[in-house]
Structures are given as structure tokens and as C-alpha cells.
């Protein structure tokens, strides 16, 4: 298996010097020299190979206004769009999938357009990136959230595919020691969307985060079986804060939305419950009653930048898994502080020195979880 690790600031300025590049060209003074010639050559080519390449993205059915996974996605493309001079609608786009069926042929749109790179946004796109790389062997493409497998479940690596993955047990371990400091009945809930190994990460994440602060914490959880149905979301989000449960950790997507609309209607009316965001910074949908704790960031922006810069300049991570965790700054939690205690903050940062250092593997299933709470004397 290849894994390929990023550097954030070798990366930034490798950004800056192609941005730089893609504004080039002659000075206000003639060039006379040789070397100067030669420059306006390289600025110029940089100039057409900017102009030329194009990436797109297809959402999955969360749609691009999730205000969590997909919108993460988008940002980052935005971002790496503008910064290099191209044209939203042409250089760089976005298709909007509405149901599963969707996802084949808005990928192989972008195919025949000729993208230099198009994303795959969501585990749910597995299978249909695998079947249109297959089709389209000299379009590039990159699955985020998962790796391509077979039907016995192999890995599958293709040489047209990059894989971008996150250790979101990670993160969701350090939004669960939040929780932990802050809830008053000793009852939390999660909420996934559709049940899967990424998503067991999280939950995985957050309990054992949980369960490392505070063992005696009791945990509901459940999942929707959708990444778009806010209003599932408020039904299951109503049944746990009335279970008892005053602080919910959402990763849902869009059914995640609902969750929000339930605790501040609750708080509207005084009950001080919170929700745990997810992906993004979720500090703006908890507003006006100022319901979000915190949020478990995963950058997937970042991801979507690095990986389409690193194409655009001919290093197509292909065949191999792109990893972002808490090393890669993928994962974490917002920036958003002003609902978390100093004393949850301080103590986050203490259970990250030791998740780098290697002195707690955080786990990522069931099986890990028992063995890991086992260790911990549960």
C-alpha cells in the first residue's frame, strides 16, 4: 500500500510560488539576457498550463449546501480555483448528485470534458469511480473517503485513481473529551448517517474519547440511514435529549442539520443542550442560541486544494492513499472556542500530544474500542 503525507507549509508556499508564476510575464524593463528570456519562457508556459487544466467535483446526494462535507469540498476547489486563475464553470465545477444514479454519469461528464482531475466526493462513489476510471484510463480522478475495493473487499489500486482518506477517529476522540467536561447528566448521543466503516470511526472516536475522560458517561446512539434528511435528524436528535442526553455529536451530513434545529428550539425555550458539528466549523449553524460546543474539523478543503495542486504541477498521487490525521493537521477540533472550557482545551491538547506520540492508538472499530476500553480497566 502507498500512503502519501502532505506538508501544510511546503505546500502553502509551493502555492504561493504557483500563483506567482501564473501572474507572470514581462516586466515594465525589456529582457535582454538570455536567463531573462528564458524566465518569460517558463512564466508563460506556466501561465497555459494554469489556464488549461481543469478539475471537477460530484457531490454526493448531500448536495453542495450541507453546510458540512460536500461544502467543505467545494470551498477547497474554490479556493484552488481562484488562486490559479481559473474560471468557475469552466476551469473548475462542480455537479450536484440527487440520487445514487446520478454519480456515473456526472463523473463521466467531466471524463469527456477532459478535466485533468475530477473528485468523487463521498464513500457512497466507491463503485462508480472504479467503473468510469476503468472507462476513462487517461482521466485522472480522486476518490475522497475511501479506498477502492473489490467484491471480496481487497483493495483495488489503480494508477487514474487517488484515494483521500482521514483519521476521523482521531479528531472525533478529541470533540469526545470536549463533551466529556461538559456535559451535566452524564448522557451524550451520536448520530450518523449512513451506517459504514467511516462512520463507525467517529462514533468509535468519540467514545473512547468519552470513555477516557469519564467511564461512568452513558452513550445513545443511532443512525439515520441518510445524509440528507434534516428531518430525521430532529426526530432522532428530539428522542435523545429527551432520553436525557444534553450534548449530541452529529455525522450525518445534511441529516445533521436537523439536530441543530432541535437543540436550539430547546434552548429557545431553556434547556442547555448543545451539538457537536462535524467536517466544518459548525459554530454559525448553532446560532442565534448558540448551541454548537464544538466541531470535529476534517479538512477536506485542504485535502481538495493539495491534491489538485499537486496534479495541475504533474504529481498526480495516483494508486496511492492520500492521509490526512492530526500529524497532517486534517483533523481536529474548531477553531471556534469561545463555548469550551480552559480546562477541556488544555486537557484536548494533552490527549493530542499523546495520540501523536504513539502512546494512544485511538480506535477505529468495535473490536479496537472493546480491547482499547478493556485496557482502560471497563
Known amino acids: 500500500m502507498k500512503k502519501r503525507k502532505f506538508g501544510f507549509m511546503l505546500s502553502l508556499a509551493l502555492a504561493t510560488g504557483t500563483l506567482l508564476a501564473a501572474c507572470g510575464g514581462g516586466g515594465a524593463d525589456e529582457q535582454t539576457t538570455d536567463e531573462n528570456a528564458q524566465n518569460n519562457t517558463d512564466n508563460n508556459t506556466q501561465v497555459e498550463e494554469t489556464v488549461d487544466f481543469k478539475v471537477g467535483m460530484v457531490t ?3 448536495g453542495i449546501d450541507d ?6 469540498a467545494w470551498e477547497g476547489l474554490t479556493k484552488f480555483g ?3 486563475g481559473l474560471t468557475e464553470g469552466e476551469g473548475y465545477r462542480y455537479l450536484q448528485s440527487t440520487s445514487d444514479v446520478d454519480y456515473e454519469p456526472n463523473l463521466t461528464k467531466f471524463a469527456d470534458a477532459g478535466y485533468g482531475l475530477t473528485y468523487g466526493v463521498g464513500f457512497l462513489l466507491e463503485n462508480p469511480v472504479q467503473n468510469i476510471a476503468a472507462q476513462f484510463p487517461e482521466s485522472n480522478f480522486a476518490l475522497i473517503d475511501s479506498l477502492l475495493t473489490d467484491e471480496n473487499w481487497n483493495v483495488v489500486w489503480m494508477d487514474n485513481v487517488a484515494n483521500i482518506t482521514f483519521k476521523e477517529h482521531q479528531g472525533s476522540f478529541l470533540v469526545g473529551v470536549v463533551a466529556a467536561k461538559h456535559t451535566k447528566t452524564n448522557k451524550v448521543g451520536f448520530i450518523g448517517g449512513v451506517e459504514s466503516g467511516l462512520i463507525k470511526k467517529f462514533e468509535v472516536g468519540f467514545i473512547a474519547g468519552l470513555k477516557s475522560v469519564n467511564p461512568d458517561i452513558e452513550v445513545i446512539s443511532q443512525y439515520a440511514g441518510d445524509f ?3 428531518q ?3 426526530d432522532i436528535a428530539n428522542t435523545m435529549y429527551q432520553q436525557g442526553a444534553d450534548i449530541i455529536y452529529h455525522a450525518a451530513g445534511g441529516t445533521g442539520n436537523g439536530v441543530f434545529t432541535e437543540a436550539k428550539s430547546r434552548k429557545k425555550n431553556g434547556e442547555d443542550v448543545w451539538v457537536i458539528g462535524v467536517d466544518r466549523d459548525q459554530h454559525e449553524e448553532g446560532l442565534p442560541e448558540n448551541v454548537t460546543l464544538t ?3 476534517k479538512r477536506v478543503d485542504v485535502a481538495v486544494y493539495e491534491v489538485s495542486k499537486e496534479t495541475m504541477e504533474g504529481n498526480f498521487p ?4 492520500v492521509v490526512f490525521g492530526l500529524e497532517e493537521e486534517g483533523v481536529g477540533i474548531a477553531p471556534t472556542t469561545e463555548n469550551v472550557s480552559e480546562e477541556a482545551l488544555a486537557l484536548v491538547k494533552d490527549y493530542e500530544q499523546k495520540i501523536l506520540s504513539g502512546e494512544i492508538e485511538v480506535p477505529l472499530d468495535d473490536a479496537q474500542l472493546e480491547t482499547y476500553l478493556s485496557g482502560l480497566g471497563q
Open 60 to 62: 454526493d446526494v448531500g
Open 67 to 72: 453546510k458540512s462535507f460536500n461544502q467543505s
Open 82 to 84: 481562484q488562486e490559479n
Open 228 to 230: 440528507n434528511n434534516a
Open 232 to 234: 430525521k435528524g430532529t
Open 295 to 297: 466541531s470535529m474539523i
Open 318 to 321: 495516483g494508486g496511492q492513499e
